[in-house]
């Protein structure tokens, strides 16, 4: 079964330190998602792309974050300068469509630590 | 603005026996779809089972089944037979609302399955 491909699997950064994480999605889907999970919570939406448009950012912290799908497949999500507190997992997903009923399909996720 | 509450930050439940997870959610949208992910150790979120709210006849896949109480507001996850696979964390999720497939979680709930 195809897989939402996410590198690298943990990063380690110190704070000030620029960091980028990669997502392929699942052939054929439309939507990306990055999502943000800290230790016991559940995922919050960070950005979400249609195609190579982003949808949603409204959750980015775009002092230091930014994210990228430039050719509507893979994308980059990147933190310039990591803060202690970016400390999380960065999970992505995709979906065929914006549709509601269309399901989303996960990653492995980043374990990123600042230090 | 839509909500997502998991009471229950852990459960414990004997192997083949039965456990229910309780979620509740608040919306605004007249139509709407509930859905319960699993997140094992691996990390990998992967969908367990989904509710439309239209449909009054509760969703069922295999040993997974869901009570929908729409005038409730509930949407608790049933697992039957449960297995050492089982265990996992297990999130609760609706879409933020209109026709974005936006979705938002609860806090999660711990599931550990004893042997």
């Known amino acids: 079964e195809a897989e939402v491909a996410q590198s690298p699997r943990y990063k380690i950064t110190e704070k000030s330190q620029a960091v980028a994480f990669w997502c392929d999605p699942i052939s054929g889907h439309a939507t990306l998602y990055w999502y943000r999970q800290i230790l016991g919570q559940g995922p919050e939406l960070l950005v979400q792309?249609?195609?190579?448009?982003?949808?949603?950012d409204s959750q980015l912290p775009k002092d230091r974050f930014s994210a990228e799908r430039l050719k509507g497949v893979d994308s980059t999500l990147k933190i310039q300068p990591a803060e202690l507190g970016d400390s999380a997992m960065y999970l992505c997903?995709?979906?065929?469509?914006?549709?509601?009923?269309?399901?989303?399909?996960f990653g492995n996720g980043t374990r990123l630590t600042v230090t | 603005a839509q909500t997502v509450t998991q009471s229950q930050p852990e459960m414990s439940v004997q192997e083949a026996e039965t456990v229910t997870l309780s979620c509740t959610y608040d919306t605004s949208e007249s139509d709407y779809y509930l859905f319960w992910y699993k997140q094992p150790p691996s990390r990998q979120m992967i969908l367990v089972i989904r509710?439309?709210?239209?449909?009054?006849q509760n969703a069922t896949e295999n040993r997974f089944s869901v009570n929908f109480q729409k005038a409730a507001k509930s949407f608790s996850l049933k697992i039957s037979d449960s297995q050492l696979g089982d265990a996992a964390m297990y999130f609760c999720a609706t879409p933020r609302g209109g026709a974005t497939n936006k979705l938002i979680f609860g806090t999660g709930t711990l599931l550990a399955v004893q042997p």
């Open positions: 792309f249609q195609d190579e448009s982003v949808v949603d």
């Open positions: 509710q439309e709210a239209y449909k009054q």
């Open positions: 997903a995709s979906s065929l469509s914006l549709a509601n009923n269309s399901p989303l399909h």
